[in-house]
C-alpha cells in the first residue's frame, strides 16, 4: 500500500487550500484514513480522519469549523478541504490508513497507523 499526498505549497493567511492523499495498492478496504500534521520543533499531532465505510469524520479542535475531511471511494483518495488557514496551521502534513477497526480514542494516535504516506508541506504567511 502507498499514500501520496499532493497540494502543499505557500498560502496567504485566510487563505484556502485542499489536499489530497491518494492510495493504491490497497488489498483491503480502509477502516480509517486521517491526516496527521508535524509543525517544525513540534510533535505530530492528529488533525482529522474519516471513517471509510461510514463516513463519520472527527477534527482536533484546533481545526474544528476550518477543515472537511472528505473521500473519494472510486478513487481511494482522501481530501483536506482547508479554510481560513492560519500561520499556525503551517506544518507538513501526513496521511494514513488502519485496515481494521479501532477505537474512537485511537483515532486520533498516530501509533495506530501502520502505513503512513510521504507528506506534503504548505505554509500560511501572514
Known amino acids: 500500500v ?3 499526498a ?3 505549497g505557500l ?3 485566510g487563505d484556502s487550500l485542499r489536499l ?3 492510495a493504491s495498492g490497497l488489498t483491503f478496504s480502509p477502516y480509517v484514513m ?3 500534521r508535524q509543525a517544525p520543533g513540534k510533535e505530530r499531532e492528529f488533525v ?3 471513517i471509510w465505510r461510514s463516513g463519520t469524520t472527527y477534527y482536533a479542535d484546533s481545526v474544528k469549523g476550518r477543515f472537511t475531511v472528505s473521500k473519494d471511494n472510486a478513487k481511494n483518495t482522501v ?3 482547508m479554510n481560513s488557514l492560519k500561520p499556525e496551521d503551517t506544518a507538513v502534513y501526513s496521511c494514513a490508513v488502519r485496515a481494521r477497526r479501532v477505537v474512537t480514542s485511537a ?3 498516530p501509533y495506530s497507523y501502520p502505513t503512513w504516506g510521504q507528506g506534503t508541506q504548505f505554509t500560511v504567511s501572514s
Open 2 to 4: 502507498q499514500l501520496q
Open 34 to 36: 486521517t491526516w496527521f
Open 107 to 109: 483515532i486520533r494516535t
Open 48 to 50: 482529522a480522519a474519516i
Open 6 to 8: 499532493s497540494g502543499g
Open 11 to 13: 498560502v496567504q493567511d
Open 79 to 81: 481530501h483536506l478541504h
Open 20 to 22: 489530497s492523499c491518494a
